[in-house]
């Protein structure tokens, strides 16, 4: 068996809940996202390329799961062989995979389904593109809130020292 | 740090390998929660997401008042024509049919495409909704070989839509109503159209076989969406619940407005309403006229906007106004349920509703062009 400190190993599950959570907020918010577009493209072939644009968009969380859980990986030890995380920065690797964790499970949801609704007024009225971006874009603050928190505790947390 | 954390978990006895397993477990169960708790009300707008889409897509096509108010302004039934067939929605239909039979397959069509698109909890009622173009069918055919069309005059009379039409088709042949009922047998109507049949007998008036259709009809809708469980079938639930109840007062107007008594339009009528109980409605066939329909109607939530179409009424003596009015409250009522739940059977049933709204806006306006000067200014005052 590999020997694995524990701090490390705290970091592991803290990057699994990074992009475990973040990574299935973000696949029902494009699974919404697709559906509603899918309905759309079904009546009106010309939504092909906005239906695109919004089934895209919660696509970002799962990205800043992804890298958090990339760099708790680096910087724990885990890839690249350097020096194990204490168990101290382990417990804040968890709160690091945490907080994108869920800011991007409600993030995504959030954005899904307000694609969803935007990709319908499109379809309805051509002229909701851009109000409809802007309110699909919204819950994508809370995503970026839980992005930095993360980076912040990672900072300060001793973990990309 | 870290040797106090381990120092402290030996001193409960506690390696640091259970200590990792109860965080893995720990945060195992708060995430379980956190899931189930999100992904719930998620579960119920999933489904609706696609056929929002697709209805929301028609909505946008339908004609607008303008649009619609061109059309009025048609000079005869030949530009009223020409003026659909340059969109892109009626152009197929108008291509294969007259213009009254391609209005008809083209609401046919979208019922049979909502009932189609609908999650499964409330596909029942759609469906039921698309099989009312067989019932107008069956009905057309009862009364064609009963004033004696001959086959060409009856064809025309069908649409060329619905479950039962290849059956219906070879009808158009028959010779007489019963052929028609027989040749009916094996389907749903076969039952209630023998049981209205020694009616239709004594009397010889096909309204006896038509009504029994029209009431299966309105019970298999109301009965369709009983006791519903979930907030979308409660909306559909009450919009359905609205359009029966309407259409029993049209019923009844009509009724009244022939002077028809208890006696004679109690076995055409639904025993139970929506909001209209059995009660009510026994209170209702009562009335003596269409006033006194509108007094009797007091307490419940369709007097107030019957009370204005009533002095309308006995201005012209017209029963359209009524009916104008009932439609227009569906339409409303229709509106403020599609707001309730716009992530769901909302923008259906708000598409539905303002489908059936431009179909009978056209027809009243189809039907106006037929006559010779028809004023603009009237046909305006029909549509909803």
């Known amino acids: 068996m590999v020997d694995i400190a524990l701090g490390t190993a705290l970091a592991a599950v803290g990057a699994g809940v990074a992009i475990g959570f973040a990574g299935l907020g973000s696949g029902l918010g494009q699974g919404m996202a697709a559906a509603g577009s899918v309905g759309a493209i079904a009546e009106d072939s010309d939504m092909f390329s906005k239906g695109i644009i919004f089934s895209a968009l919660p696509e970002t969380q799962a990205i800043y799961g992804f890298l958090i859980a990339i760099l708790l990986l680096v910087f724990s030890g885990l890839l690249g062989g350097g020096e194990g995380l204490s168990t101290t920065a382990g417990i804040v690797a968890i709160g690091v995979g945490a907080s994108i964790g869920f800011a991007g499970l409600g993030s995504g949801m959030g954005q899904g389904i307000a694609a969803a609704s935007s990709v319908g007024a499109i379809v309805e009225d051509d002229e909701m593109f851009s109000k409809g971006i802007i309110f699909s874009a919204l819950p994508e603050t809370q995503a970026i809130y839980g992005f930095l928190i993360s980076i912040l505790l990672m900072v300060f947390g001793g973990i990309l020292a | ?384």
């Open chain 2, 1 to 384: 740090m870290a040797d106090e954390i381990t120092a402290l978990l030996e001193t409960v006895g506690i390696t640091p390998e259970t200590f990792i397993v109860f965080v893995v477990i720990a945060l195992v169960v708060v995430g379980a929660v956190v899931v189930v708790v999100t992904t719930r009300p998620i579960l119920d707008i999933y489904p609706y997401l696609n056929p929002n889409a697709k209805v929301r897509a028609r909505k946008g096509r339908l004609l607008t008042e303008k649009q619609l108010s061109e059309i009025a302004d048609a000079k005869d039934i030949g530009e009223v024509e020409n003026y659909l067939s340059g969109i892109p929605d009626y152009a197929p239909y108008l291509e294969k049919y007259p213009l009254d039979t391609a209005l008809e397959v083209n609401l046919a069509d979208n019922y049979n495409m909502i009932s189609r698109v609908v999650p499964e909890k409330v596909q029942s009622s759609f469906k039921l909704m698309s099989k009312k173009v067989d019932i107008t069918n069956i009905k057309s055919l009862i009364s064609a070989k009963d004033v004696g069309y001959n086959v060409q005059q009856t064809k025309d009379l069908l649409i060329p839509s619905g479950s039962l039409y290849d059956l219906l088709e070879p009808l158009t042949e028959a010779d007489s109503v019963s052929d028609i009922l027989t040749a009916l047998d094996g389907t749903e109507y076969a039952s209630i159209l023998e049981d209205a049949l020694p009616r239709y007998e004594e009397s010889q008036m096909v309204l006896e076989l038509e009504s029994a259709l029209d009431k299966y009809y309105l019970e298999s809708l109301l009965n369709s969406t009983e006791v519903p469980a979930e907030e979308n079938s409660q909306i559909l639930y009450s919009y359905i619940g609205i359009g029966i109840d309407l259409s029993i007062l049209k019923t009844f107007v009509r009724a009244k407005q022939d002077g028809l008594t208890y006696n004679n339009i109690s076995p055409y009528i639904l025993t139970d309403g929506y909001q209209l109980r059995e009660w009510k409605l026994k209170d209702l066939m009562e009335a003596n006229d269409v006033s006194s329909f509108v007094t009797y109607l007091e307490g419940t939530k369709y007097s107030e906007f019957l009370s204005d179409a009533l002095t309308e009424y006995e201005k012209t003596g017209s029963v359209t106004l009524f009916e104008k009015a009932l439609d227009l409250h569906l339409a409303e009522s229709a509106k403020s349920l599609s707001i309730k739940k716009p992530i769901g059977i909302g923008p259906i049933i708000g598409y539905l509703n303002k489908k059936e709204t431009e179909i009978r806006n056209l027809k009243i306006i189809a039907r106006a062009k037929k006559e010779t000067n028809y004023p603009v200014s009237k046909i305006m005052e029909l549509l909803v």
